[in-house]
T-cell receptor, first 111, second 112 residues
Framework: DQQVKQNSPSLSVQEGRISILNCDYT??????FLWYKKYPAEGPTFLIS?????DKNEDGRFTVFLNKSAKHLSLHIVPSQPGDSAVYFC??????????FGQGTRLTINP | SQTIHQWPATLVQPVGSPLSLECTVE??????LYWYRQAAGRGLQLLFY??????ISSEVPQNLSASRPQDRQFILSSKKLLLSDSGFYLC???????????FGQGTRLTVV
């Protein structure tokens, strides 16, 4: 039972362009959503989050959008930089308890 | 500031041998603690989580167990490793009501 899904295993974007990573969820009890970035052989690092009472949260080059009716969220990175190449995980929680993660999307930024 | 320590970074163990991975958190009290495993194509799978000393919830049936003997210590164990236990294991902590979890550097376990 995959409650959080990232249907694109990989994404390739040209440097300077916008990267859009998508995530869908099924559990309507989720009230907080997060994005993590992960490099090989390292633990994931927290990137940005959004509460279910909001539909957008922005932090520098990173913006997360939440569409509750569609149970969909997305992460926009603009402009994309080579250092953004990593695996990105979407995660969700209900009541600030355990985080449920998606399968991850490998983002490659091409020069 | 809070820090999380997880060791060892890499481990090669024969099939049938025991396992003990340890994780400790500094700079916070009464955290929620988690063990995740990263497997190819399945993302980060939650194995165990704990909201307090001696309180362990298991998310998936498996060959592993977890214990929390102290407030900021979380241990992942196995009595007899299987080949399928190979993977990248991650410890994490969070402090409700904040939902963000913070991860250790991970342990690459190879069972041979």
């Amino acid at each position: 039972d995959q409650q959080v899904k990232q249907n694109s295993p990989s994404l390739s974007v040209q440097e300077g362009r916008i990267s859009i990573l998508n995530c869908d969820y099924t559990n309507s009890m989720f009230d907080y959503f997060l994005w993590y970035k992960k490099y090989p052989a390292e633990g994931p690092t927290f990137l940005i989050s959004i509460s279910s009472i909001k539909d957008k949260n922005e932090d520098g080059r990173f913006t997360v959008f939440l569409n509750k009716s569609a149970k969909h969220l997305s992460l926009h990175i603009v402009p994309s930089q080579p250092g953004d190449s990593a695996v990105y995980f979407c995660a969700a929680s209900a009541g600030a308890q355990k985080l449920v993660f998606g399968q991850g999307t490998r983002l490659t930024i091409n020069p | 500031s809070q820090t999380i320590h997880q060791w060892p970074a890499t481990l090669v163990q024969p099939v049938g041998s025991p396992l003990s991975l340890e994780c400790t958190v500094e700079g916070t009290s009464n955290p929620n603690l988690y063990w995740y495993r990263q497997a190819a194509g399945r993302g980060l799978q939650l194995l165990f989580y704990s909201v307090g000393i001696g309180q362990i919830s298991s998310e998936v049936p498996q060959n592993l167990s977890a214990s929390r003997p102290q407030d900021r210590q979380f241990i992942l164990s196995s009595k007899k490793l299987l080949l399928s236990d190979s993977g990248f294991y991650l410890c994490a902590w969070s402090r409700p009501p904040v939902a963000e979890a913070f991860f250790g550097q991970g342990t690459r376990l190879t069972v041979v």
